[in-house]
């Protein structure tokens, strides 16, 4: 099958009040137009897609840069749906196949309603088919007119009369059409209704007129075609997708507890064994491997977490890696270009940027450990700081393997540390140590009898 589509964008999307146009308002991190247009990659390839942009083009264009054989076609000016379609006729002037057009903001539609959709076409061999569900409530949707069962026309419902608004048949807007015949019918289409505009939808009355083949195929599940007005549809759904997608991980082996309180980024990837404790926030490209425990209330952004781990809860972690059998948390931040090793232990109130942990290194508590690196096995005391800000310029500590970091220890950058080495608990480290050395550099400690706080407190 030599199948082109196009996909309607033009428009502004009034109902959003917002300065970005509809379609690049976000659904679980991506512009909604990014689920149709994967959603026509199923069954086009890219470079026979064609999306019509109009309102803020420049920025639609931007965002989907991405998609780098795209093919954009400009409608200067919103003129109807019908128009629209129009505007392609020059790109497409020397294809001569079928033309299906999708709806930028109807982000739902799954691939296998479309495949249907297409197979229908197909087998009835006909010129058009038009995609229709039927709604209880089908106000504000183009009418299915049908004569005993003999589809004849679309009626809007601003030129609808009470009988044709009793229909709940309606147009979702999906349409597959040979596109010798597409073109050659816009050319019929007049703006003489009630919006003044060309709509796409009479392509269907001139279609009979003209003898050419024509049906609507009925899908049941209508929600799949909820266009995106305003944002409460715009949360509606992204509700839908994201409960698609989390149903999807648990299908391959991931358990959710109360997932409803739980989000997921479109690309995040989860290994089976997993279990997502509620009230999770993990998004960007993060991915979560085999066997992990994501505890409770942790957001996670563009991280890297290795097999075996476990996230305690209420952590904080953004652009870091963590190996296989780490335990995090709780109250852990992982600030950028934390890279934790396996087997090591960062506990509550640690937080870490730019460091190499590597393999069984335990920062347990209240620690801020950056730009440093830290070799194999080293202990690091509950309230040990690398000072690696001197007001003006960041540096680095290096610590070597097997160290234990007495508690209370300041590592004034840059310093470096060698193997074996132990430092006393509430050392200030401002010189390079050693390899296997003990330093200390607490002050002597002094007792004065009789100067404490009894005098004070206890009148006589
Ligand atoms: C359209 C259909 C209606 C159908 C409904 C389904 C027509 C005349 N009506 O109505 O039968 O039930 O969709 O949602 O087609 N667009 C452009 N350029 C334009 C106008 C629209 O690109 O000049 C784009 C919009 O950005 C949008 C899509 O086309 O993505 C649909 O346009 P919209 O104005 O929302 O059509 P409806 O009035 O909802
Ligand atoms: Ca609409």
Do not use: W
């Not at 005391?381 to 800000?389: D, M």
Request: net charge positive; proline share 2%; with cysteine.
């Amino acid at each position: 099958m030599n199948l082109v589509t196009i996909i309607l964008a033009a428009g502004k999307g009034t109902r959003f009040k917002s300065e970005l146009p509809k379609v690049l308002h976000k659904i679980m991190e991506k512009p909604m137009i990014e689920f149709v247009i994967n959603t026509a990659k199923k069954v086009t390839n890219e470079e026979n897609i064609y999306v019509v942009v109009g309102y803020k083009r420049e920025l639609v264009k931007e965002s989907l840069k991405n998609y780098l054989k795209l093919n954009f076609v400009i409608q200067e000016e919103q003129k109807g749906t019908g128009h629209a379609v129009m505007c392609c006729e020059k790109s497409l002037e020397f294809f001569n196949g079928d033309i299906l057009i999708l709806c930028g903001d109807m982000p739902l539609v799954k691939v296998d309603t479309i495949k249907n959709f297409i197979e229908f076409y197909n087998n009835n061999s006909l010129d058009i088919a038009v995609l229709s569900t039927k709604l209880e409530n089908p106000f504000g949707y183009g009418r299915i007119i049908r004569n005993n069962g003999k589809f004849l026309k679309i009626v809007e419902e601003k030129d609808a009369d009470e009988k044709t608004k009793d229909i709940k048949e309606i147009n979702t807007g999906i349409y597959i059409v040979k596109s010798k015949v597409l073109f050659n019918l816009l050319k019929k289409l007049k703006n003489n209704n009630a919006q003044g505009e060309y709509y796409l939808t009479d392509i269907i009355y001139e279609a009979n007129k003209n003898n050419f083949k024509v049906d609507a195929y009925v899908e049941e599940e209508s929600i799949q075609f909820l266009g995106i007005n305003t944002r409460v549809h715009l949360s509606q759904a992204e509700n839908i997708l994201l409960r698609r997608k989390i149903e999807d991980l648990m299908l391959n082996g991931v358990t959710f507890i109360k997932p409803e309180t739980t989000f997921i980024g479109y690309d995040v990837e989860i290994g089976n064994d997993t279990v997502i404790y509620p009230g999770n926030f993990i998004t960007g490209k993060s991915k979560i491997g085999k066997n992990c425990i994501i505890g409770k209330n942790n957001f996670i952004k563009d991280s890297n977490i290795l097999e075996d781990v476990i996230i305690k809860g209420f952590c904080y972690i953004e652009n870091a890696k963590i190996g296989n059998f780490s335990q995090i948390g709780p109250f852990s931040h992982l600030r950028p270009d934390s890279d934790i090793g396996n087997n090591c232990k960062i506990g509550n109130f640690v937080e870490t940027k730019k460091v190499k942990l590597e393999d069984g290194v335990k920062a347990s508590h209240l620690s801020y450990l950056g730009d440093a690196f830290i070799g194999e096995g080293t202990n690091v005391g509950a309230g040990t700081i690398t000072c690696n800000y001197d007001g003006v310029n960041k540096h680095k500590t290096y610590i070597g393997k097997n160290v234990f970091i007495g508690s209370d220890t300041q590592l004034v950058a840059p310093v470096k540390v060698g193997d074996y080495t132990l430092i006393a608990a509430g050392t200030t480290v401002t010189k390079d140590v050693g390899e296997n050395s003990l330093v200390h550099s607490r002050m002597k400690q002094h007792e004065i009898k009789n100067k404490g706080m009894k005098d004070k407190l206890c009148k006589k």
